[in-house]
């Protein structure tokens, strides 16, 4: 359980990193190239140079599967940002946060994972508890649902790629999977960001590389963690944990106010939690 803590705290810093540089950064996805630039330099320090590519029978697959998840990870980028403009940011971070049922379900129909009663309750509560938290009297009308529904599979199926190493990766080259992650979102992004003829700023590049050490460790803890914990409990818990950690942050060191929609969210969460780790 240590290690989905670790997760957790590595993606709420993510996301309280961001809001920091919201009115600092110009451009997002020249941002968004420095921070898979820091995490691909981190994630050579933790596997080592001479071990990028080991002679492994299971190094084709390591690789098809990681640059499989960085492909992913860029995807659910470029899908919440179209979204963001159709739809609004509210109904977008729904639907990006409830992906976690993306994975919730292979794990259950494809990997024999079951959830017992009260971590069903707790994860039906964990749903509740993100649309409301992230509801608003006055949100956007949906303008795409075909928008919305893809930014939900695009961001669950970035996740479901964890449980997929963990179940049929060989978990001696969880370093190299992780590398190979992040190169391919790495150049992938950098395609994107020469597309939108944009480039790295000092802001971009600070702020960036900053974010970048979080979001690496976020994905290297949750990897380890579903070496511990069901993915049935470990997503829903990582998803609302971080939603958590984050609304707190952001009226303790924000000051950002709640309405009683998201205090009661709040308090749905912790019950969530308790349910999910019985």
Not at 81 to 92: D, E, I, P, T
Not at 163 to 169: H, N, P, R, T, Y
Request: charged share 10%.
């Amino acid at each position: 359980m240590i290690w989905l803590l670790l997760a957790i705290l590595s993606s709420a810093m993510v996301s309280i990193i961001m809001r920091l540089s919201t009115h600092k950064v110009k451009n997002n996805v020249a941002m968004l190239v420095m921070n898979y630039l820091m995490c691909l330099i981190l994630a050579a320090l933790y596997t080592g140079i001479g071990k990028l590519f080991p002679s492994s029978s299971a190094l084709g697959s390591t690789l098809g599967m990681g640059v499989i998840h960085g492909a992913l990870y860029l995807d659910s980028f470029v899908l919440l940002q179209a979204n963001v403009k159709r739809n609004g940011v509210v109904l977008s971070a729904t639907f990006m946060k409830l992906g976690l049922l993306v994975p919730m379900v292979v794990s259950v129909l494809f990997f024999g994972e079951k959830p017992e009663l009260l971590q069903i309750i707790g994860f039906l509560m964990a749903l509740a508890a993100i649309i409301l938290i992230n509801s608003e009297k006055d949100s956007a009308a949906i303008s795409s649902k075909l928008g919305l529904i893809l930014l939900l599979i695009g961001g669950g199926s970035a996740d479901v790629m964890s449980k997929v190493f963990e179940e049929l990766g060989d978990k001696t080259l969880s370093d190299q999977f992780l590398f190979y992650t992040f190169a391919a979102a790495l150049i992938l992004c950098i395609v994107l960001m020469l597309v939108k003829q944009q480039r790295p700023g000092g802001a971009e590049i600070f702020w960036g590389l900053l974010i970048g050490v979080p979001n690496f460790f976020s994905a290297k803890f949750l990897l380890r963690s579903l070496e511990d914990v069901a993915a049935v409990i470990a997503y829903p818990t990582y998803s609302v944990a971080t939603m958590l950690v984050i609304t707190l942050a952001g009226v303790l060191f924000f000051r950002e106010k709640l309405g009683k929609r998201q205090w009661a969210a709040l308090g749905i969460i912790l019950v969530a939690l308790g349910l999910l780790n019985t």
